[in-house]
Nanobody, 126 residues
């Protein structure tokens, strides 16, 4: 089991940017960010393959968010630009086990990921 620690959340204004980071305690497979607003289900935001060559984004964030990873640091980043009030949520980092192949189509699936972080709050105010 890999421990995941998120950082970088905060309180920002509409149109601002934030960069979230997720540090893993060891080597992982594919990684992703999900978010959960109060009273709602957890939804996929962005995912990246183990190699970093494949990425996927939810339609609501495509063009505004980017996901990258530095495997030498076991860290994945979510750069969020042009933030909107509807981006307000707790953001969770997720990691697949290193021996599990997650194809591009499965990056958005909750069931692809075995390990989860505790979450970091992002609040976007008007």
């Amino acid at each position: 089991q890999v421990q995941l620690v998120e950082s970088g959340g905060g309180f920002v204004q509409v149109g601002d940017s934030l960069r979230l980071a997720c540090a893993a305690s060891g080597t992982t497979g594919a990684m992703a960010w999900f978010r959960q607003a109060p009273g709602k289900e957890r939804h996929f935001v962005a995912g990246i393959s183990q190699s970093g060559l494949s990425t996927a984004f939810a339609p609501s964030v495509k063009g505004r968010f980017t996901i990258t990873r530095h495997n030498d640091k076991n860290t994945v980043y979510l750069q969020m630009n042009n933030l909107k009030p509807e981006d307000t949520a707790v953001y969770y980092c997720a990691a697949a086990q290193v021996w599990t192949f997650v194809d591009e189509g499965a990056l958005s699936s909750l069931s692809s990921y075995a390990d989860w972080g505790q979450g970091t709050q992002v609040t976007v105010s008007t």
